[in-house]
């Protein structure tokens, strides 16, 4: 059976380089589409205490779209921890927002703005380390 993509001296014809090129480049453009709707959550750390969702979410809007802002509270007191994370909708606008926010003097705090990583597990309340 004689391969079609194949010209005389078992070279690839012009025709089977094309298609290659299209699928390659169908290909490329997918990864590229797929990363910038990935949202990215964002840590926000070392915010004044009187930092607000609203403050974050006009601040960040300046990078992009915002899609959530969850400021961390104590559970007793409701008072902010000093810090919270951000979602922007994608990749690009993140890592925007790190190059505009990280290290940037907000309210007298020099904030700190990377990747969020995922949350460690840690022991259940009341259990020991040592239990020996």
């Not at 925007?96 to 990377?114: E, G, P, Q, T, Y």
Request: glycine letters at 6%; a positive charge.
């Amino acid at each position: 059976m004689e391969k079609e993509s194949q010209g005389p001296f078992n070279q690839p014809t012009t025709a089977s380089i094309f298609n290659l090129r299209c699928v390659l480049l169908l290909i490329g453009n997918t990864k590229r589409k797929h990363r910038k709707k990935m949202e990215t959550k964002l840590y926000v750390g070392n915010m004044s205490h009187d930092t607000t969702e609203q403050d974050l979410r006009t601040m960040f809007g300046e990078a992009g779209t915002v899609n959530l802002v969850d400021v961390i509270t104590d559970r007793m007191t409701g008072k902010t921890k000093g810090f919270a994370f951000v979602t922007m909708s994608n990749q690009d606008e993140a890592e925007k927002a790190i190059v505009m926010f990280n290290a940037k003097d907000v309210k007298s705090r020099i904030l700190k703005v990377n990747i969020s990583k995922p949350k460690e597990e840690r022991p259940a309340a009341g259990s020991s380390h040592n239990a020996n």
